[in-house]
């Protein structure tokens, strides 16, 4: 593709301006960013507003803005699974994870393995959900990359045969990713996701706005994409076929949603427990924006942007990654596709440096303070996950320019199966500690190894397992097969461990950590008057 360099122009000023901002945000609500609190969870500062757009940037990256759209304009309405796992995760995160805040809050936990070792007093479990979410969150993070190589190629900048310039503008990047989080830690991406959400909304309502003009109407787009990708397939009469596959998909990945680390990193930034119900509230706005970001799948279709011949060299090299970024080019002026593109990869950088952020976290709190250097300094500790997020965007860097693309892909999708079998210790570890703690770390481990197998069996192509029953075939979430196995064996193990007198590990919390005075207020009768005239006093 010839080089863009209006848009160039415009994608160059807006990354100068953030990577401005990234430093700027060392000196925004100061703190000591010599200790992880501040550094890691910016001291847990930030109120509603701040985190709607935390987390808004942090959930709904720039590999959904290219990834969505992408599967609805290949695969059709099974794309769309992705609408309903953003509504239904909300009540949830609406009922569970204030008590999770308010636990970390009392005790200082910044990681939901801090929580795990002090709920069970098992720091092999903790280092089990630790390893679990680095795990799940490096692919994450090389696939955040992937939406700022598309662009970039978008807009012309490409070396043919030499691998360290066309890598080139992805490693300086990566560079000026690193070099900002680690002088601001949490506050960098916090600052910038305000302009990467605004820069976000702005391109996607100019987008369902002007591109179905351009194409004669709603109505002229639906017509004219394929019935089969309309809508899901009737199930065959053995089995259940998509409609299992669709729903489970959208149940299991809302249970794990908020369980990737980079989401309780911006959960535990919070300055309150109320702060995040009311952000379960608010967010639904962003399922409302995924929405109309899956519909630029069909209006790809529409606009038969994969026979341009100008773009045919890119759909072989992305595949139908480049759908979005060939319906900007088709329909904008190069003023606006530089706009476009410029929030696309800044929606990357947001997400990576959160994610980058969090698995220091796990690393340092949960593997070198627990096990390597126990009587560390808090400067030390803060120095090691400065060091170890460096590692990491390293390693996704390593990911994106080293290996193909698929297994980024695959251990993507892998990802999402692990972190669900985080489930037991963590969500139901904020209401009850009778499941034993060493048939929870049994119960992960089969369920790790299930959910793997499942993916095998697919040979990593789809998180989607036909499970054979009495005849019938029912396709599910891997994940949920997975998880429930994970609970069984938990649960059947728990008394047996119980009846051979291993003892169960010390709780450090207490049932008032998980609340707050205003709902123990509520909850016991009398003590609301009385915490008034206490306040009186």
Known sequence: MPLNVTA????????????????????????????????????????????????????????TFIA?????????????????YTIVVYPIVFVVFPRLWSVAKRHRYITAADFVQGRFGNRWLALAI???????????IA??????????????????????????????AFVILAAYTYSSGLRAPAMIAIVKDILIWVTVIAAVVVIPIELGGYGKIFASVPQAKLILAAPPANGTGAYSAYATLALGSALALFLYPHSVTGVLSSDSRHVIRRNSALLPAYSFLLGLI?????????????????????FKQYSNSFAVPALILWAFPSWFAGIAFAAIAIGALVPAAIMSIAAANLYTRNVYRAFIAPVCSDRQE???????????????????????????????????IWISQTIPAVIIGLYTRRLHHWALFIGWAAGILTGTGMAYASNFQSAVYPLHLAGYVIPSYAALY?????????????????????????????????????DRAMAVPGMAAASGAAGRR
């Open 8 to 63: 160039l122009v415009i994608f160059i000023a807006l990354f100068v301006f953030i990577t401005v901002l990234g430093f700027l945000a060392a000196h925004w609500r100061r703190g000591d960013l010599d200790i992880l609190h501040e550094w890691g969870l910016a001291g847990g500062r930030f109120g509603t507003v701040v985190t709607w757009f935390l987390l808004g940037g942090d959930l709904y990256t720039a590999y």
């Open 68 to 84: 969505v759209p992408a599967l609805v304009f290949g695969a059709g309405a099974i794309g769309f699974f992705a609408l309903p």
């Open 130 to 140: 630790a390893v679990t979410g680095i795990v799940a969150t490096m692919p994450y």
């Open 143 to 172: 696939l955040q990359l992937v939406g700022i190589q598309v662009v970039i190629a978008a807009m012309g900048i490409e070396f043919q045969g030499n691998w360290l310039l066309s890598d080139l503008p992805l490693i300086i």
């Open 294 to 314: 899956a519909l630029l799948g069909y209006m790809a279709i529409a606009a038969g942007v994969e026979k341009a011949p100008e773009f045919a060299a890119m």
């Open 382 to 416: 803060a120095q090691m996950a400065k060091l170890v997020s460096l590692v990491v965007k390293l390693g996704a860097l390593f990911f994106i320019i080293f290996l193909p693309l698929k297994f980024a892909i695959q251990l993507q999708l892998l990802g999402g």
């Open 482 to 518: 997975a998880l429930a196995l994970n609970i069984v064996v938990s649960v059947v193990l728990t008394p047996i461990f119980n009846v051979l007198g291993i003892a169960h590990g010390r709780d450090e919390t207490s049932d008032g950590d998980y609340t707050s005075d205003e």
